[in-house]
C-alpha cells in the first residue's frame, strides 16, 4: 500500500507547477525544470537514489527540480518572441534585450550555479504553492545525482538541484527551530551585527 | 531626493527577514546570510556595483543575500543545542543527527553551489514575505561580485547570491510572460512530454 498511496489531483499539481514558474529569472530565461515522477515503479528507483527516504514512496508524486545551463542558447529567441507576440515589448525593445542578454549571459563563468539560482528560487515557490493550497511538502536532503541522472536521463546540461516530495503527510521535523537575526543578519558591512 | 527615498519601516523590514530564514535547508544548517544595506552613501557603493541600476538608490532598502560554505563547521552544534533546549530532539538524537550530518556534508564537492542552493530558497521567500506584506520587491539580474565583496567586505567562504532591492515601486516588467509547462515540465523522464 505503501507504494500506492492516493495520487494527487492532477489539476491541483498542475496549479502548483504552474506557481512555481512564475517567479524572476535573468532575462526572464526560465532556467528551471521540473521532472514529475508519479509512477509507482519510477518513485521505487527515485527512492534508491535518494538515500532510500520513505518519504518518496508514501508520496503521490514526487519532482525533481532541475536547472538548465543553456537557455540563453535555446530559449532566448523564443521568450522574445512571445512577449512582443503577447504586447509586453516592441521587436525593437526585444532586440535591445537580446543584445544585452547574449553580453551578459556571455560573461557567465559557472553556469551549473546560475542556473541553480533560478531552480532554487522556482523551487521555493513551488513547495509555498503546495503548502497555499493544502498539499504537504518535503524537500529531502539527499540524493546521489548522477543515480537520478542515470535512472531518468538527465543531460548532463541539466543540473540537478533539488527532489521534492508532494502530498503526503510530512515528517515531524527533529530540527524545527531557527537560528535569530543576530546569527545571520548584519547590518551595512559584512559582519557588523544586525540592527533593525 | 531619489537616493534618500522614505524608510522601511524597522518592524516589517524584520519581519520580512524573519519570515526569510523559515525554510528548510540540509540538517537545517541554516547558511542563507542576509546584509541589510539602508544607508544613502552604502546604497551609492552598492549600486555601482550593479550596473548602476537605479532601483537600487530609489529602494530604501537592499538585501544582498549571500551562502555561506561552512555552517556545518560553525553552526552544527549551536544548532543541535538549539534544537535539544527548545525539546525539539533528545541529546541522544541530536548526536545521531550531528554524525550522518558530518558524514553527508563532508562528502559535498562544490560548497558553493551547496550553499547557493539555500540561500537562493531564503531569497525566495524574501520576496514572497515582502508582497505578502505589501512591500515591493526586485531581484537585480546583474551585479559584480568581486566589487560587491570588496566594498561590502564579505569574505571568500560567502558566496553572493542575490541583490533585493526592497520597498520601491517595481519597474515595469518588458518580458512579464512565462513558457507554458510544455516548454519546462517533463512526466517521468527527461524529455517525456508534461500531461496532467
Not at 160 to 170: N, P, Q, R
Amino acid at each position: 500500500m505503501e507504494d500506492s498511496p492516493r495520487p494527487l489531483d492532477p489539476a491541483l499539481l498542475e496549479r502548483i507547477l504552474v506557481q512555481a514558474t512564475t517567479g524572476p529569472s535573468d532575462y526572464n530565461l526560465q532556467p528551471w525544470r521540473f521532472l514529475v515522477v508519479r509512477d509507482d515503479r519510477n518513485r521505487r528507483r527515485l527512492r534508491a537514489a535518494a538515500w532510500n527516504r520513505p518519504e518518496i514512496t508514501r508520496a503521490p508524486a514526487v519532482v525533481i527540480v532541475l536547472g538548465y545551463h543553456f537557455p540563453v542558447r535555446s530559449h532566448l529567441d523564443p521568450m522574445l518572441e512571445q512577449a512582443v507576440a503577447e504586447g509586453h515589448c516592441s521587436p525593437a525593445k526585444a532586440a535591445e534585450i537580446r543584445g544585452r542578454a547574449v553580453a551578459a549571459l556571455g560573461r557567465i563563468v559557472d553556469h551549473e550555479l546560475w542556473a541553480t539560482r533560478s531552480a532554487m528560487l522556482a523551487a521555493s515557490r513551488l513547495m509555498l504553492a503546495a503548502d497555499s493550497l493544502g498539499v504537504a511538502s518535503t524537500m529531502l536532503e539527499g540524493f546521489d545525482a548522477d543515480t537520478l541522472r542515470r535512472e531518468f536521463g538527465i543531460p548532463d546540461d541539466h543540473s540537478t538541484c533539488a527532489v521534492i516530495a508532494l502530498g503526503h503527510e510530512a515528517e515531524p521535523d527533529s530540527t524545527p527551530g531557527r537560528f535569530g537575526l543576530d546569527e545571520v543578519c548584519y547590518s551595512e558591512h559584512f559582519g557588523q551585527p544586525w540592527r533593525a
